[in-house]
């Protein structure tokens, strides 16, 4: 018994004198560590919701060739990414450019305490409702059968808010009524995609990004075009009606796919809703609430 307890005072004796090693945090320090994470995250937050994380992944290829390039000893290669290297700054400067003026824009405007403890409210405002897909269902079949062009995109994960101010906004709970009454001919809304986030159109007439892609059929329009192009830049989920055949159709992931009839798409929305309530119910234990605690208050 006094060997153990020898031992266990050698061990603390050892281990006070590698902490004397350290250096000594102070309140200043640690006010400072706060702030940086918290600039850290706002950071992260901002290319999450914007098309820099995009552009940071090619940053990010060219690095891990450049690294591949030093341990092989590529010579030549090591000399011009150092000569080209100096500009490399002031071209990602120029490259993100818009999404450096709107994120400027957002800090002067927004306030950024509230908008640290709003995050898990904000989160349950995208939840994807059954409710949500039936009327989403509802309206695309009843637009099918009339030949009625529509172009629906649900938001997922990647934010769609750049879409959001190319358009108007709208802001209205989904209703079949809502979405008929948008892409009806000859109505101000009816041109260019609605943007549903969560249970909400948050806005219409928006302009989606053409695909390059030369796969995508030489029968297929603009409307499906643009379907494919939201697709390979974001994780959104695409409803399209064909004006010309009332034919429906889904796109996700670059990937456009018919859909035959009502259930075939209530299944796919169903599938999308089970994978988002799965992630909101994670990044809310991660906040350390629950739902039915929220319906309870």
Known sequence: MAGIIQDIGTFFQGARSWISFLPRISVGNIIEIIIIAVLVYFALLWIKNSRAWYLLRGVGMILAFALLAAFFHWDTILWILEKTGAIAVTALMIIFQPELRKALEQLGSKNLISDLFSLDDSRENQVFSERTANEI???TFEMAKVKTGALIVIERNVSLKEIERTGIEIDGQVSSQLLVNIFEHNTPLHDGAVIIRGNRVTAATCYLPLSDSMMISKELGTRHRAAVGISEVTDSITVVVSE??????????????????????????????????????????WKGKRKNERKAD
């Open 137 to 139: 269902v509802k309206a």
């Open 244 to 285: 010309e055949t009332g034919r429906v159709s889904l796109v996700e992931s670059g990937v456009l796919r018919r859909i035959s009839d009502a259930e075939a798409l209530k299944a796919a929305l169903s599938r999308m809703e089970e994978q988002d309530d799965a992630g909101y119910n994670r990044f809310k234990i």
